[in-house]
């Protein structure tokens, strides 16, 4: 069974920096795409940036680039979210999922992890 943990979420004020991680067990990690994706209550979720299996290719939203950074350790089984320069509007209960194809997103991903808060106040 794959479960997707994910943590480093809490609150913070706008300009701030958080790093998520997600830690993955139950399937060879480093087969495998990740990606990071959040929602907002009455939203639908949305793709907020990917990696492949090895790390070499990413791709972001545009309301997150220049902004955030994805990046995977495979002997970790973990894959991480570095956000910069937060804003208000960052706020969302952040997921990671992992998917068997690249690019990733809620369409294809196979496993979901039960996510983490961010909030950022003004």
């Known amino acids: 069974q794959v479960q997707l943990v994910e943590s480093g979420g809490g609150l913070l004020q706008a300009g701030g920096s958080l790093r998520l991680s997600c830690a993955a067990s139950?399937?060879?990690?480093?087969?495998?795409?990740m990606g990071w994706f959040r929602q907002v209550p009455g939203k639908e979720r949305e793709f907020v940036a990917d990696?492949?299996?090895?790390?070499?290719?990413?791709y972001y939203a545009d309301s997150v680039k220049g902004r955030f950074t994805i990046s995977r350790d495979n002997a970790k089984n973990t894959v991480y979210l570095q956000m910069n320069s937060l804003k208000p509007e960052d706020t969302a209960v952040y997921y990671c999922?992992?998917?068997?194809?690249?690019?990733?997103?809620?369409?294809?991903?196979?496993?979901w992890g039960h996510g983490t808060q961010v909030t950022v106040s003004s």
């Open positions: 990696i492949n299996w090895t790390g070499e290719r990413t």
């Open positions: 139950g399937r060879t990690f480093s087969r495998y795409a």
């Open positions: 999922a992992t998917g068997r194809f690249y690019p990733i997103r809620t369409t294809n991903a196979d496993y």
